[in-house]
Structure formats: structure tokens, C-alpha cells
């Protein structure tokens, strides 16, 4: 039984990085480091090999930021495409752990992971189409339809989409290929530089939060238009930080929306986009369900 199988699940931050070892939904051991250059694989790998010598793991589960490239007949399948942070383009994310670990591995973006968990275990279980977002460090969107995760070329990359910006706003943006797209503007380093301070010291009722919500809510109305999800979980460390978020974007998705798609109502978009029903777990446990899918592909 899958669930009874003990499965580590490897997440891959912009800020952080976590490995769990969980067996069915429940975490067991838990540990997490500053995510620096890709020696930080170094770590995590030896600490999960560490839990393979005291009882045998069935599989790895691997849910990274990205770029990455995902499709199985590319030579540089696993790897990590072209990205600004140090070190980290072209870095051969799952051979690392292939070449330590001789078990079913699976690879496969945080966001897509956690939009598993969430259809498996949290917030958008029964959904034929669902949708899970991360607002943290970057922004990224996973999408699953009949309990498969979208790749296509690659995967989804919604988080650099550019929205129509609020009148009367013009932060550029802190993407670097694209300045103001969504990740350039309410990412947790694109909030800073439009703070110009750290977050933490930035109140809850500082208009800053309005505009977030509002640059959010057209995002979610255009994701809603194009994809149809039953459930668009949004989840990451600037809303969990900030729940104050999730109604305002609720509202200015459906005001945007305007009555267009029937039974959309307000009490119908407070089901419709939801935090994780996972809390904080539904990253780690995204890499679990990764390592799950493995072990049922062997
Ligand atoms: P990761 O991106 O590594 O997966 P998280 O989803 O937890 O991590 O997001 C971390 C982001 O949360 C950081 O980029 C940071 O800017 C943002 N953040 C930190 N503190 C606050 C805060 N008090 N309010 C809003 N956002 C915050
Ligand atoms: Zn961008």
C-alpha cells in the first residue's frame, strides 16, 4: 500500500529548502536550510540519505522553482533552465539525487507538486480542474486536470504573465526579463523594492497590501477566464504572512469578472479561491505526492 510506504519529499525554495520524510500524508522528520547555491543539494541529499540508513525510503519526490526542464525525451531532462539566481541555471537537479539514491525519483515544479497535495489531500480534492498558486519568493502556478499535473513543452510559467497594471501605478517591476509582470510585482523581493523597506515593517493596513490584492484578483480573473478551475488555491509566504490578502482579491476578481460567468457569485468565489487547506504543508507535501507518483509509475 502506497500509503504505507515512506516517501522523502525534497522542496525547492527561492528562499528555502525542505526535506521531509513522510509516510501517507504524515510528516515524520522535517528539515529545512537557507536555499544558497546548488551545493545546498549536497546538504539535503546527505541528510536524507542519513533517513535511508535507518529505514529503507521507497521514493524521492523532488518540487523545485524553475525553470525546468520537464519533458522526459530532452537530454537535459531534470535540470534547471535559465535562471538569475547564482549558480542554479543548468544545474542537474535530479541527477544529483539519481546518482545517490538508487530509487524511483520524480521531478517536477513546487507549484505542480503542491497542486497535487491539495487535489490528493487539501483544498481542491473531487476538483476535475484545479489550480495552485505560489506568492513567496517567486510566483508560480500549478495546474491539474484529471489528477495530472500540465506540462506541455515544459510547465506552465503564469507567473511571469503581465496583467493590466492599476491606473495611476507605475513601480516597474522587479522581474528581471520582464519588469512589471506579476512575479515583478507582488513577488516578496518585488514587494521590498516597492516598499523600499523590509516587509516586516511594513503594517497591515499600509495601502501596499490594496495594491497586491487588486495586481492579484486581474491575475485570478484572467486565470479563471482561460482555465476554468473548480478550486484556485493560493498559497506561498506573502499570503500566508498576509491574510488579509485572499478576501480583496476574492472581491476585485469577481468585480472584474462582473457577472460574467454564471453561478460565480460571491459566496461561489469564496469556494472557488481558498488558502491551502494543507496550511504550510502543502509545499513539502507537494514533493511527497511527487515521490508518491514514482513509485506508482514503476
Ligand atoms: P519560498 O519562496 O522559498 O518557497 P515562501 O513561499 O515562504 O518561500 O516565501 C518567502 C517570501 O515571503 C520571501 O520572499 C519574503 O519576501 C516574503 N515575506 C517575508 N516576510 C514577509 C511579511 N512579513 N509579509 C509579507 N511577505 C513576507
Ligand atoms: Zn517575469
Not at 500524508?25 to 542519513?50: C, H, K, N
Not at 530509487?103 to 497542486?115: E, K, R, S
Not at 461561489?268 to 507535501?285: E, H, K, N, T
Amino acid at each position: 500500500m502506497i500509503d504505507e510506504a515512506l516517501i522523502a519529499g525534497i522542496e525547492l525554495g527561492g528562499t528555502k529548502c525542505i526535506a521531509s520524510l513522510a509516510r501517507g500524508r504524515t510528516i515524520l522528520r522535517q528539515e529545512r536550510w537557507p536555499t544558497g547555491t546548488p551545493d545546498t543539494l549536497e546538504l539535503i541529499s546527505t541528510e536524507v540519505a542519513r533517513w535511508a540508513g535507518e529505514e529503507p525510503i521507497a521514493a524521492i519526490g523532488i518540487a523545485s522553482f524553475g525553470p525546468l526542464l520537464l519533458d522526459p525525451a530532452h537530454p537535459r531532462f531534470g535540470h534547471m533552465g535559465r535562471t538569475p539566481k547564482p549558480g542554479w541555471a543548468g544545474a542537474d537537479i535530479a541527477g544529483h539525487f539519481r546518482q545517490r539514491f538508487d530509487l524511483p525519483i520524480a521531478i517536477d515544479t513546487d507549484v505542480n507538486g503542491a497542486a497535487l497535495a491539495e487535489g490528493h489531500w487539501g483544498a481542491a480534492q473531487g476538483c476535475d480542474a484545479h489550480i495552485y498558486a505560489t506568492v513567496g519568493t517567486g510566483v508560480g502556478l500549478g495546474i491539474v486536470v484529471d489528477g495530472r499535473p500540465l506540462h506541455g513543452r515544459m510547465h506552465p510559467e503564469a507567473g511571469h504573465m503581465r496583467i493590466r497594471r492599476q491606473a495611476g501605478d507605475d513601480f516597474p517591476g522587479g522581474c528581471p526579463s520582464h519588469g512589471d509582470c506579476i512575479e515583478g510585482l507582488v513577488s516578496g523581493p518585488g514587494l521590498i523594492a516597492r516598499a523600499g523597506r523590509p516587509l516586516a515593517g511594513v503594517g497591515d493596513d499600509d495601502p501596499l497590501w490594496r495594491r497586491v490584492a487588486m495586481d492579484l484578483g486581474e491575475w485570478a480573473a484572467m486565470l479563471i477566464l482561460a482555465l476554468s478551475p473548480q478550486r484556485f488555491v493560493i498559497g506561498g509566504g506573502v499570503p500566508q504572512l498576509r491574510p488579509g490578502l485572499l478576501p480583496m482579491i476574492r472581491r476585485h476578481a469577481g468585480h472584474l469578472l462582473n457577472d460574467y460567468l454564471d453561478d460565480l457569485d460571491e459566496a461561489a468565489m469564496d469556494r472557488l479561491i481558498v488558502p491551502p487547506g494543507l496550511g504550510s504543508d502543502a509545499g513539502p507535501l507537494g514533493a511527497v505526492m511527487l515521490g508518491r507518483t514514482a513509485l506508482e509509475l514503476q
